[in-house]
């Protein structure tokens, strides 16, 4: 092989450099014309030059689905949900077709396969089903035969034939269950960033790629906005121990390995810093402190699928009857549903007053070197205390800290963090 | 069942009156909005208010399929049959996702099924696939759950999962195979004109709409012009006695019932008049009167793929070597192609000259009745000649008499045999 062959290759862990199964997943915007289409080819031949067997996953050309779904919201404005993935599963199926196309092209024996064609079986849990097993017999004949196979991300069947879609994210999640079926040696996410940053570059710009993150790393920024990739694809990895790559499919920077924990991984304390501008809060004041009040509260807001994430149970008033104040944060789009809810129970549990707030975010350190470093909340409250940033509310895990204040504070917050834990 | 319920019951046979299996297929004009989808879904829930079993057979939305075929050929020139498959087939699987959300609004139980889940089973030669053979169980099972089943037109699987589509005017031959699997009432053909027609309305303005004609009848009117339905899906519903209406999807009238010839068929001598303007004719002058000569050149045709049609003799010139001239009609688009094979067997042949018109037209008189009754060559002769057209071939079936005549002349003799014929 010669070394003008190496462009690509030289950039992906030497553990795979020959002969290695590379599932390699590329989203809507990568496939979002015929052009990027055809460079999408391009990259995948060069892999495959270099003798890498090559498993596609691709997703709908954007504006595709949307597309789709604006034709079904024409026609009914709760479409049934089944045959919204008998829609939508169109979407993925084209772009697959259109990537055989483009690799026939360049040379390369390709060949298209539907979610149900490669074997993905789900349950019948229309536009969010699960994967129940992936029998991948056919992709691997096809694999053997020298193809090339392209697979339709976001979808699956059911044991029974249904068509089922995996909700939003869902190609992700095909991509790092086939490369777990097919135990692939590298799982590559093309996406239209370079990976995964220290933080938001937008906000700190010399925020720094990562070569390496781990599983709880990841999912720890995913859930608190920074959006690479939805949790459940993360989780997915983790339990099938999938190592992935997060990279970008503009050019050919190496990206973000993401992985297990290793030991090494524990030397750096703050592995990101996280801003969530999208939640909201709200404050119950005057709750009757009795047991099975705040039960009753959670219990009804869960009922009403309001996704609470921060609850903090203030210091009790000094008022004739006991009473406490409870605040907590939602999703910004879920705060209208939560004050509903609370109003519904004002007078049964005998709160006094809802206040609620927009004007907050939420800025979070993650790593895992947390475990084994003490210090690590002083130090940041420190360093808001030093920009005169106010604390409103904290919560905390093993390998995250998490504060919530003024949103008008909030890059400023982020800033002199992320310079004082990352540089 | 209240009398004003019958407004469209009352329109089609008695026979299927109540509670029959009635297979419909809309073609890409009558789908070719969610206003139009929506249309169709109306008709349906009307059919299904009285009684009746609906499984309904859509194509894609009119210009879907096209803007695919774009993509694709963006791409490359000549893309892969199996993907091209692959790519279409979303066609119409969108329609149906559609048309049961339509359906659904009006409080229409209604499940959408691709061909491969509706059971058909083709062979594997993609882009013009067979039927095999069609195992249409689960359709059963919905109907008798009492949902309209709506399947995916122009398309199959083939027994290795493969997905195929059944080349032009596929979404019919799903249909009448569909309702000989189901053994169906009815199978009703909507699409953008009323029925099938003694000849074309915009030439002779009293053309009448046909009430009946047989299977032998539409086919002959369909190799002639007549582009209603492809042959092939008249040939299929022939012979498996499939009864089909073809009738518009934009008003109530009733249609055309195309089915088996019967006795009282015969009393018609003139069923329609066709009128095909896109042949052209091929004349070969001083072609050696020997055997194996017309077989050498229509071998060379057919193996260009190059359709003839009419296939004329005509007498030995009075030369010193015994030569005759042959001429033969082709499509239109074939005649540069017809040219060329010619040309390469000028010297092997030993032929004289090429002679080639493109303005030339062909008119048909098609009956059933022509079996029986005698004369109808010499009237159709007489009637040309009163008109002063001049008659330059001549070929006859069992049913149908054709002539090629001056292009110009063409809408003249279609008028003329018309009002000689059927008034």
Redesign the interface.
């Known amino acids: 092989m010669l070394p003008t062959r190496l462009s690509l290759a030289d950039k992906i862990p030497d553990a795979v450099f020959c002969m290695a199964l590379i599932v390699q997943k590329y989203g809507g915007t990568s496939v979002g014309n ?1 052009d990027r ?2 460079n999408v080819a391009k990259r995948v031949a060069e892999y495959r030059s270099r003798g890498d067997q090559v498993v596609v996953v691709v997703s709908a050309m954007s504006g595709v689905t949307d597309g ?1 779904i604006k ?2 919201k ?3 404005p709760l ?2 949900e ?3 993935d ?2 939508l ?3 993925e ?2 772009t ?3 990537t ?3 690799l ?2 360049l040379g390369v024996p390709a ?2 396969m ?1 979610g149900a ?1 490669a074997g993905i079986v789900t349950d019948g849990v229309h536009t969010k089903a699960k994967i129940h097993n992936i029998s991948p017999r056919q992709v691997h004949d096809y694999l053997s035969e020298g193809k090339v196979v392209i697979v339709a991300g976001f979808q699956g069947e059911t044991p029974e ?1 249904q ?1 089922t879609t995996l909700g939003r994210g869902g190609s992700d999640l095909t991509a790092i269950a086939l490369a777990a079926a097919l135990k692939a040696d590298l799982c590559q996410i093309y996406t239209d960033v370079d990976g995964v940053y220290t933080t938001d570059p937008r906000i700190v710009p010399n925020a720094k790629k990562l070569q390496e993150i781990s599983y709880d790393e990841m999912l720890e920024l995913a859930s608190l906005g920074a959006k690479v990739m939805q949790s459940r694809s993360v989780e997915f990895a983790k339990k099938f121990g999938v190592v992935f790559e997060v990279r970008s499919s503009l050019n050919d920077n190496p990206g973000t390995i993401v992985k297990e924990e290793t030991k090494s991984m524990e030397g750096v304390v703050v592995r990101g810093v996280a801003f969530d501008k999208n939640q909201a809060k709200v404050t119950i004041v005057g709750v009757p402190d009795k047991p099975g009040v705040a039960a009753k509260i959670f219990k009804a807001l869960g009922d009403a699928t309001v996704n609470v994430d921060m609850i903090i149970q203030n210091i009790s008033h000094g008022t004739s009857s006991p009473a406490t104040d409870i605040s907590f944060t939602v999703d910004k789009p879920d705060l209208l549903k939560a004050q509903n809810v609370i109003d519904g129970l004002k007078s049964e549990v005998g709160i006094k007053q809802i206040i609620t707030s927009e004007k907050i975010g939420k800025v979070s350190i993650v790593g895992v070197g947390m475990k084994s470093h003490t210090g690590v909340a002083g130090k940041l409250f420190e360093t808001l205390a030093n920009e005169g940033i106010n604390i409103d509310m904290i919560s905390t895990s093993e390998i995250k800290i998490s504060v919530v204040i003024d949103l008008a504070m909030g890059e400023q917050a982020v800033k002199a963090v992320h310079a004082a834990f990352i540089g």
């Open positions: 015929t289409i055809k789709l034709l079904a024409d026609i009914a479409p049934s089944r045959e919204m008998m829609l599963a169109t979407g199926q084209q697959i077709a259109l055989a196309i483009a026939h092209t060949i298209s539907t064609q034939g068509i």
